[in-house]
């Protein structure tokens, strides 16, 4: 299936959401997708529709403002972990996790930079760069980086 990247395969990927670019449920099975993670409000996602493929679903919404206004720091930093949690759980029961946002490209690279700090214990700087080396346009929006910089900064290292 088009426009899916794996940050780490088999286990969690990323792709824009269904509201910018149509999805096709069964070819995400297909691709060993047990698990989507929505960013953003979950515009285009229809959980009857999910369960119906044999697919879990939680939507952790992300602020959507670009620029960032005042607020979306701590916004953000108190969904990290629960979006977090959401695939831990899904990776203990042996699924992998889809997750997007509308562009699958900032709320889901920040995700994706807090998940590699936590699991990987890598530090920001890295944790970015190895989440643009998958996904090159991750966190482009105007003030996304900074934004993504601030939050990670106060994320803890390591499990």
Known sequence: MHDVFWLVPGR???????NRRPWDLAALRGLGIGSVLSLNDGEGCDPAEFEAHGLDYRCVPLPPHEPPVPGDDDRCAAALPEAHAFV????????AVLVHCSAGKDRTGLFMSYFLMRERGLDVDAAIR????????????MGWEALARRVLARAPQGP
């Open 12 to 18: 969690l990927a990323g792709r824009a959401g269904p």
């Open 130 to 141: 190895q989440v643009r080396a998958v996904r090159p346009n991750a966190l482009s929006a």
């Open 88 to 95: 831990l759980e899904r990776h203990a029961a042996g699924r």
